[in-house]
């Protein structure tokens, strides 16, 4: 999966191992070979995608796709997508809602903040599959940051 010619990463925020190998594995499976950069929280995974003093500066020019757990020990899901979503930076960047949480009060939270796809976990795989293209699809034809 790439982006103006540049390779993506994913980054993938969950705290739960066996989702997180089932996760990777479902995405190698739908043909994704990109680095996966793995978070078992939310402070580790703000600190790397909006850098440590929170601006957001150090994604400016990367390329991300994260796929977020909403129910993490240090802080909600909701509360990541939120900061990610309101960063100038990284307002952009997809998100993909990976959860056991189906409740429609939340799903339709997490879309209006700006997610792009909410699955319900356990993941199905051939929804899981295709949303992963889609957003290669969307990869594809994203403009670069800043032009």
Known sequence: ??????EVTIVMVEDD?????????????????????PFTNGNSALD??????????ISRERYLLI???LNLPD?????????VKSNPHTK???????TTTDDEREIQRCYDLGANVYITKPVDYENFAHAIR?????????????Q
Request: proline share 3%; hydrophobic share 50%.
């Open 75 to 83: 802080m909600s899901g909701v509360d990541i997508l939120e900061k």
């Open 17 to 37: 191992e066996g989702h997180a190998r089932l996760i990777e594995k479902n995405v190698r499976r739908a043909g994704v070979n990109n680095e996966i950069v």
């Open 92 to 98: 952009r960047l997809p998100v993909v809602i990976l």
């Open 67 to 69: 796929l977020l757990d």
């Open 48 to 57: 790397y995608i909006l850098g440590t003093d929170r601006s957001g500066a």
């Open 134 to 146: 889609q957003l290669g699809l969307f990869f594809a034809v994203m403009q670069i940051p800043g």
């Open 1 to 6: 999966m790439k982006a103006a010619g540049r």
